[in-house]
């Protein structure tokens, strides 16, 4: 391990004597070891500064290792943060009891210094995987809502060109009659016929703007300029 990417251990044990040798054994890692006497100093570093990893002892004055575990594991952040529990504690219930209250991983004493230095390393390469999977799936997941609003857009877009295209041909021709009925007398025939085409125009158009409340934005018909405008005949009623 590089000392440009230190690792803050916490090492949590009521026998200084233990807690000298696995300070020893830890920082030959290159890593930077916190020190805690008891459960209540062990919570405390883990609540201000969370280490990358924690070494506990099980049997602790103030809060047991458990106790630091569950803590650990609770705290933001808290289920990518790897708990070894070192203790002297062997029975095959205790290691039972420490994995279903949250710890990654069980030694007991007299332990092996290689085997506590292989353990931390292998947990601090699963952590970094872990740390680098949840950067990629919260960049994957700020990459797929910039699309959903891209596509938003577009299909605000879409309902606009649909709305400027659908309905400008019967607004047309609704300006075009009542033009009609300007000049011509309420009497004469063209009267009536322009009447008539103004209210079929109308019913058009509103039928257009229902439709486009319920536009499916699916429905589009591609024309020969490359844009796709929205087919409302296409579209459920």
């Known amino acids: 391990m590089s000392d440009t990417n230190k690792r803050r251990i916490l090492v ?3 026998d200084p004597d233990i807690r000298v040798i696995i300070n020893g054994v830890i920082s030959l890692l290159g890593c930077d070891v916190i020190e805690a006497a008891d459960g209540k100093a ?5 609540s201000s ?31 990518l943060i790897p708990v070894i529990m070192l203790t002297a504690k062997d029975s095959v219930q205790d ?18 210094y290689q085997e506590l230095q292989a ?10 995987l872990n740390l680098s999977l949840q ?14 609003q891209q596509e938003r857009q577009l299909l605000v877009m879409q309902l606009a060109g649909t709305a400027a295209h659908q309905l400008g041909q019967p607004l047309a021709a609704i300006m075009l009659n009542c033009h009609l009925l300007e000049t011509t007398k309420p009497e004469e025939p063209k009267f009536k016929g322009a009447l ?5 125009d109308s019913r058009r158009m509103a039928e ?3 439709k486009l409340k319920t536009v499916d934005a699916g429905s589009t018909e591609r024309y020969f300029t490359g844009t796709d405008i929205l087919d409302l005949e296409k579209s459920k009623p």
């Open 12 to 14: 949590a044990d009521d």
């Open 42 to 46: 062990a919570l405390e570093i883990c």
């Open 49 to 79: 500064t969370p280490p990358d990893l924690a070494i506990l002892d099980i049997m602790m004055p103030e809060a047991t290792g458990t106790e630091v575990c569950q803590a650990i594991k609770k705290q933001q952040g808290g289920t």
């Open 95 to 112: 290691k039972v009891d420490a994995f279903e209250l949250g710890a990654d991983d069980y030694l007991t004493k007299p332990f092996n």
């Open 119 to 128: 353990r931390v390393k292998a947990h601090l390469r699963i952590r970094d």
């Open 135 to 148: 950067q990629k799936n919260s960049e994957l997941s700020a990459a797929q809502e910039k699309l959903v």
């Open 196 to 200: 008539a085409a103004i209210k079929s």
């Open 208 to 210: 257009m703007i229902e």
